[in-house]
């Protein structure tokens, strides 16, 4: 298929609206396979207009008697508008974008055509892969090993190659323990907490079945856990579905670990919200946002009735569940929920956040990010297909990522000081996720980015990201190193709407934005008098 | 001091409202004159000033001990454990005579003594002088002029002596305006907008009932729309909602008619009273005080208050306000019932919005002297400084700061001040620790999206913050320092490097200059001290200010860890981290 069987009409006139506070932009109109542009033609000054077609969401016609006028909705929440000359141009450029915007092949996207200037393909590809991260755990700990029994992802094809498991346990015990967990997710590493010598561990839900059966390795697996970590600790299993919810999960082959069969192990259930429900909140929340024409009561209704704080208030205390867990009382923590995929990875990547001083720094939390969101096979593309916007709804939708991405802000707001990235870089993992010219969010596991080559034929975002030019966007001028767990406050009083992502299209940027850049510049003042100082107290001593 | 029975307490606790293992503090109260006082076993201190006391409950005795709540109205809510019930109830009495004084000779700012000698305390009250603003605003000019009729406060007791009027309004139209207007208060200039020679007036409600008429207050209405040389109409904005307004017509006050003014324009806005806005905050500070609420109660609760509703009303006033000064260049007269609570919030943060200069730090005190102090916004009853009516207290200053705040987010760099310097002034016109809020008239005185931070901020495991502000602020002056350092230093160099013949090896250079330049020794020193606590400061930032002490806190909480385990066993882990 060629994208030129899509493309109807190549060109037309047009005027671009951009919300209220740019000024609309008049000039020629381009379909390309990926892009839509906008030439404002010889005489204008202004820089050509350019819109990613595979971050579209939705799109909507409309015809007057000598023109169209097409209202474009997009995944990072911006509301375009763009008048067309001419009913039947309109018509097939909506056509055209409609078609281009929905492809479903991956090897066909743009990343895979994408050659920017100045990167090399495969730099930074082997930045994070778990490997690195068991040369941090071996420091720390005897008790892990780093095991291929995935190398070919036929034990879980959900998992990267490589897992950090215990010691004890062989690699036929993990391929047996696999079978008797949904996806083959069986118990792997995610967080080694040096200070108390706890773990965070994580897997799918067991498949006990009605008949509540038991498998011997995965029981021995879960004890090798506890006895890694120190004689005699407990361990606790936080379940991210309600005790509810896990019993009839059961009907359906799943279900949660018996206590007799765990020694040793508790099993808390601290339900959080998932796919369409999470969905709907977020679809629901973006519409109060949108609404302009609304008193301050019915605001304060529609935020309360989308229940998005409430999710996030959720998600940061179990994550605090499982971080008090093992800092204050020493235990190990299992976190999984049904498919491991979703919510368990929201819990863990949290809980080091809070914990781990490392994963708060611009590497560590890119690190973290590919770690135990991307490489532990957060389905990104059945997620993220789709964003607030569309129509189409698959049952596979859920902003999961946003939801941590809003707890990661929620903990830079009350702790402005102790992360190394800005709001800057969240905002650029979303609207990557979403739709981006790179390949690191493509596809849905490992395994199927091996199949589509993501790796030697795309560019990675890190490499995209960790660019000099793109340094005052991501990072936070203000950030000293704090070794300390950072507790986040979850009362709902300190919690507060993300406003720099949901209202970010719809309220004038600049006066924040000129602050920043006041920060910025009292920073970098404050470096470079700090660079003259040493040549001043270099000539201290010979005084 | 004959209220004091009992001046010290040991083993007290102190509990904090928002942690659910119900941690306290034990230390021990003092009780003194003007302050109470609790000092915990890490030796941090707790200062209540009496004033701020808005209320002292005794619950019902417990096992622990008579526990004591003291609701304060800088919104900080302290809740003691006392162990014997006497000494709890010794200081319940003391402080309910403590704080509710009959007179204002017994008011705090009577004794406070800051050191301060006669002339410096004479300077402090002349740091504003209202006649300078006038001035800066670009009156008296051909169109205004200052009056001397209100001199002896003989027509308005509630304004102050010097008042700007249109130059055509004669004294007599003048006298026979105000005995149309409630209290006297008569319209007159509170803003000129000099480029766009239009005026920001105020006034109370005229006595119009259902159908009198007064000339003279037409007759002046028109003076201040013939003012404005750009436009000539004016709007007059009554403030109140219209039914308020109506009703207060059966009572023989009400609202102009337009028939019979000329070149008017009326508009109602629609801003409650104080008694709503009374009730309101009250109910936000039930839901703000509340731990562990849901989603929905929380929000439905902040709703139900009105709050943000209030808040949202004063704005949509003021700049309904402002975009008739600047984009219509018309005049506008603004009055409520008494036109010393609505209007004054209307007409200051009109102002605000038009003029950068009530954005500075001194503008901004210019400001709450000109159209609160001097217009006699009813300070002391509003606040509540003395035992008197409390349905005359409402929160209408705090009102117009959240306002203020609000613009500051959404402009932080329009304004020279920030978030604590709002909060000083709060935490002030309760405190009664200086004269300026004292009193509610010039005359009697010849004698807050909401504001998060100023509710909570004494919860401390509710805000674990970080000060960015303190952050930034260090660092700029460290920079401003290190400047200075480098120009002297650099100066220093030049002078060395005419002096010495040789002068090209900088080592011999600066062994040269040492010795004879002591001023570039105590320079270099001077650096050192201001770098290292600075240094210090950046370091520590969470660990060294009490207000952010929260690791230490939770190390505590946690390591007594009982409630932690119970929870995490019952699965019903409750958490406050």
């Not at chain 1, 055509?113 to 778990?130: E, N």
């Not at chain 1, 560019?459 to 030019?469: E, F």
Request: aromatic fraction near 10%.
């Amino acid at each position: 298929m060629e994208f030129s069987d899509l493309i109807r009409t190549g060109r037309a006139q047009a005027k671009l609206l951009r919300g209220p506070e740019a000024p609309p932009l008049r000039g020629t109109l381009c379909l390309t396979g990926h892009h839509l542009l906008l030439s404002p033609g010889p005489q204008a000054t202004s820089e050509l207009w350019l819109l990613l077609l595979r971050s579209v969401d939705s799109i909507e016609k409309r015809v007057a008697s000598d023109s169209g006028t097409i209202t474009l909705r997009c995944k990072d929440l911006r509301v375009l508008q763009l008048e067309i000359e001419g009913v039947e141009a309109s018509l097939d450029i909506a056509r055209s974008i409609e078609a281009l915007s929905s492809l479903e092949s991956v090897i066909t996207s743009f990343p895979f055509f994408y050659r920017p200037k100045g990167l090399r393909l495969g730099d930074a590809w082997h930045f994070h892969p778990p490997e690195r991260y068991y040369k941090r755990v071996a420091r720390e700990t005897n008790a892990w090993r780093l095991s291929e029994v995935n190398e070919d992802f036929s034990v879980c094809p959900s998992y990267p190659r490589a897992v950090i498991v215990p010691r004890s346990v062989d690699d036929g015990a993990l391929a047996r323990s696999a079978r008797f967990r949904q996806g083959g997710r069986f118990p792997v590493l995610s967080y080694h907490h040096a200070p108390s010598g706890t773990v965070l561990v994580r897997s799918s839900q067991p498949l006990t079945g009605p008949q509540k059966r038991r498998c011997a390795e995965d029981e021995e697996l879960l004890r090798a856990v506890l006895l890694g970590a120190r004689p005699g600790a407990r361990g606790f299993i936080v379940d991210t579905r309600s005790s509810q919810a896990a019993k009839q999960a059961r009907m359906t082959g799943g279900g949660t670990e018996a206590k007799a069969a765990y020694p040793g192990w508790k099993r808390l259930h601290r339900p959080l919200e998932r796919g369409q429900p999470l969905q709907e909140s977020f679809v629901r929340l973006v519409e109060a946002c949108g609404d302009l024409q609304q008193s301050t009561d019915s605001w304060l209704r529609r935020l309360e009735g989308c229940c998005w704080l409430a999710h996030v208030k959720e998600a940061l205390s179990t994550a605090c569940l499982a971080a008090q867990g093992m800092e204050r009382e020493g235990a190990c923590i299992l976190v999984h929920g049904a498919e491991g995929t979703d919510s368990t990875l929201l819990v863990t990547s949290l809980a080091q956040l809070i914990l781990d001083p490392l994963s708060r720094t611009m590497a560590g939390f890119q690190e973290l990010v590919e770690r135990e969101w991307i490489q532990a096979g957060h389905p990104f593309q059945l997620r993220c297909a789709h964003s607030a916007f569309s129509h189409a709804r698959s049952k596979h939708e859920a902003p999961t990522f946003l939801l941590f991405l809003d707890c990661v802000w929620q903990l830079g707001r009350q702790f402005p000081l102790s992360l190394e990235f800005g709001e800057g870089l969240l905002l650029a993992l979303f609207e990557h996720a979403y739709a981006s010219p790179f390949g690191t969010f493509l596809c849905n596991s490992e395994k199927e980015r091996c199949l589509c080559e993501v790796r030697t034929r795309t560019h990675s975002l890190w490499s995209g990201l960790n660019q000099p030019k793109e340094r005052r966007k991501l990072r936070n001028p203000l950030y000293a190193p704090n070794p300390l767990a950072i507790w986040p406050s979850v009362e709902l009083q300190s919690l507060r709407l993300w406003q720099g992502l949901f209202l970010r299209w719809i309220r004038p940027p600049e006066p924040s934005e000129v602050a920043w850049e006041k920060v910025w510049q009292i920073v970098t003042d404050k470096e470079k008098t700090k660079l003259s100082q040493p040549t001043v107290s270099a000539s201290e001593p010979q005084l | 001091m004959e209220h004091i029975r009992t001046t010290k307490v040991e083993q007290v606790k102190l509990l904090d409202r928002f942690s659910t293992s119900n941690k306290s503090l034990t230390g021990t109260l003092y009780l003194t004159a003007t302050h109470l006082l609790f000092i915990d076993s890490h030796q941090k201190e707790t200062w209540i000033l009496h004033h701020h006391i808005a209320l002292v409950e005794k619950l019902a005795l417990t096992t622990s001990g008579c526990p004591l709540v003291i609701q304060c109205k800088n919104f900080r809510i302290v809740h003691f454990i006392v162990p014997r019930e006497r000494d709890c109830h010794d200081i319940y009495n003391s402080l309910l005579q403590l704080s509710k004084q009959a007179k204002y000779e017994d008011l705090y700012a009577f004794s406070y003594n800051p050191k301060q000698n006669d002339s410096e305390r004479l300077r402090g009250w002349q740091l504003i002088d209202l006649a300078e603003e006038y001035k800066r605003m670009g009156v008296p000019n051909s169109n205004w002029q200052l009056s001397d009729a209100n001199r002896e406060y003989k027509i308005c007791e509630t304004y102050p002596r010097e008042l700007y009027v249109p130059r055509i309004a004669s004294k007599p139209i003048i006298v026979g305006s105000s005995k149309f207007r409630s209290k006297g208060r008569f319209p007159v200039l509170s803003y000129y907008h000099e480029h766009k020679e239009a005026a920001i007036c105020r006034c109370s409600q005229p006595l119009s009932g259902f159908s009198a008429r007064c000339l003279e207050d037409e007759h002046l209405l028109q003076a201040i729309s013939k003012a404005n040389p750009v436009n000539r109409y004016m709007y007059v904005m009554d403030t109140r909602p219209k039914l308020n307004a109506m009703a207060n017509r059966a009572a023989g006050k009400g609202y102009e008619n337009e028939d019979n003014y000329s070149n008017i324009r009326f508009q109602f806005v629609g801003i409650e009273n104080i008694h709503v806005m009374r009730s309101s905050l009250q109910k936000l500070l039930e839901v703000n005080g509340t731990k562990g609420l849901s989603v929905s109660d929380f929000y439905s609760g902040l709703e139900s208050s009105g709050w943000l509703r209030h808040i949202k009303a004063v704005m949509d006033a003021a700049i309904f306000l402002a975009k008739a000064i600047t984009v219509e260049s018309a005049s506008v007269l603004v009055h409520c019932s008494d036109g010393w609570d609505r209007t004054s919030q209307v007409c200051s943060l009109g102002s605000l919005l038009l003029d950068s200069y009530y954005r500075t730090i001194k503008g901004f005190m210019v400001l709450i002297e000109k159209d609160w102090i001097s217009f006699g916004h009813k300070f002391s009853e509003r606040c509540g400084h003395l035992d008197g009516d409390p349905k005359e207290v409402s929160p209408v200053f705090t009102q117009f700061l959240e306002c203020v705040w609000h613009l500051t987010e959404q402009f932080p760099q329009a304004f020279e001040f920030n978030e604590a310097f709002l909060l000083q002034i709060h935490e002030h016109i309760h405190s009664c620790q200086f004269g300026n809020f004292l009193g509610n008239c010039q005359k009697e005185r010849e004698e807050l999206k909401f504001w998060r931070n100023m509710y909570h901020q004494f919860d401390r495991t509710l805000h674990p913050r970080q000060s960015v502000f303190n952050i930034i602020t260090n660092m700029n002056e460290q920079n401003k320092q290190l400047e200075k350092d480098i120009k002297d230093l650099e100066s220093k160099i030049k002078q060395c490097k005419n002096k010495p013949t040789d002068g090209i090896l900088t080592k011999e250079l600066i062994h040269s200059v040492h010795p004879e330049s002591p001023t570039l020794k105590t320079s270099l020193c001077f650096k050192e001290q201001t770098l290292l606590p600075v240094n210090h400061a950046l370091r520590t930032i969470e660990g060294s200010n009490p207000a952010d002490n929260r690791y230490s806190e939770y190390a505590e909480e946690f390591s007594k860890s009982e409630p932690g385990v119970v929870s995490l066993e019952y699965g019903v882990a409750r958490m406050t981290c």
